[in-house]
């Protein structure tokens, strides 16, 4: 596609449901990122996939947080057993190699009640 | 590990222009960005520079990096409304793995 694509922009969920995010990257990118956003602060690193393999996951904030890339292009975000701390937006990011300019999707706006 | 830091705010007249500081502290990023993001919006690349470079234009932006004193600055010219937004600098860490961004600069234009 054009651009880094992210589903669903909007989720609301209640503390300790499950929630999965989505994201598409730009064609051909390998590297893809994930970032998560609060209120007033600057995106902070969570996970960064080369291919299919997560090269450094070590911004996951505890082993509630899961991400895949299966196919090496589309990733999926995975948060378990969800709590209001959790409420964020959650950004995604791709570039074509490592350490090159990345591109980054709208993101999903997390709301756990 | 790397870490950013911008002041919060700023607020300019339209026409003036507006400089937004930041200060990082690994050397160790090939390039530094500046990227802005408009509200309910993602982020937009705006303008990056190379580490061995003082000076970047590009039309009414200019970059300026004082590699000894790990600052960065982003000058925007006849700031417009438009330009209103929340700009952030960032910067790679030693692995690459990942970028490191400052709370960002509120940017206030008012006409």
């Known amino acids: 596609g054009a651009g880094v694509s992210q589903t669903p922009s909007n989720k609301v969920t209640e503390k300790g449901k499950y929630v999965e995010l989505r994201c598409d990257p730009i064609?051909?990118?390998?590297?893809l990122y994930w970032y998560r956003q609060s209120l007033g602060q600057g995106p902070e690193f969570l996970i960064y996939?080369?291919?299919?393999?997560?090269?450094?996951d070590s911004g996951l904030p505890n082993d509630r947080f899961f991400a895949v890339r299966p196919e090496g292009s589309v990733s999926t975000l995975k948060i378990q057993r969800t709590e209001r701390g959790d409420s964020a937006v959650y950004l995604c990011?791709?570039?074509?190699?490592?350490?090159?300019?990345?591109?980054f999707g709208p993101g999903t706006r997390l709301t756990v009640l | 590990g790397e870490d950013v830091e911008q002041s919060l705010f700023l607020s300019v007249r339209e026409g003036d222009s507006s400089v937004i500081n930041c200060t990082y502290t690994?050397?160790?990023?090939?390039?530094l960005y500046w990227y802005k993001q408009e509200p309910g919006a993602g982020l937009q690349l705006l303008t990056y520079?190379?580490?061995?470079?003082d000076m970047k234009q590009d039309q009414r932006l200019t970059v300026l990096l004082n590699k000894k004193d790990k600052h960065l600055s982003l000058r925007i010219a006849d700031t417009q409304t438009g330009d209103s937004a929340i700009y952030f600098c960032a910067a790679y860490n030693q692995a690459g793995t990942a970028l490191i961004f400052g709370k960002g600069t509120t940017l206030s234009v008012s006409s």
């Open positions: 990011a791709s570039s074509s190699g490592l350490a090159d300019e990345q591109f």
């Open positions: 996939f080369q291919g299919t393999g997560a090269a450094d």
């Open positions: 064609s051909g990118h390998t590297a």
């Open positions: 690994d050397s160790s990023s090939t390039y």
């Open positions: 520079i190379f580490s061995n470079m």
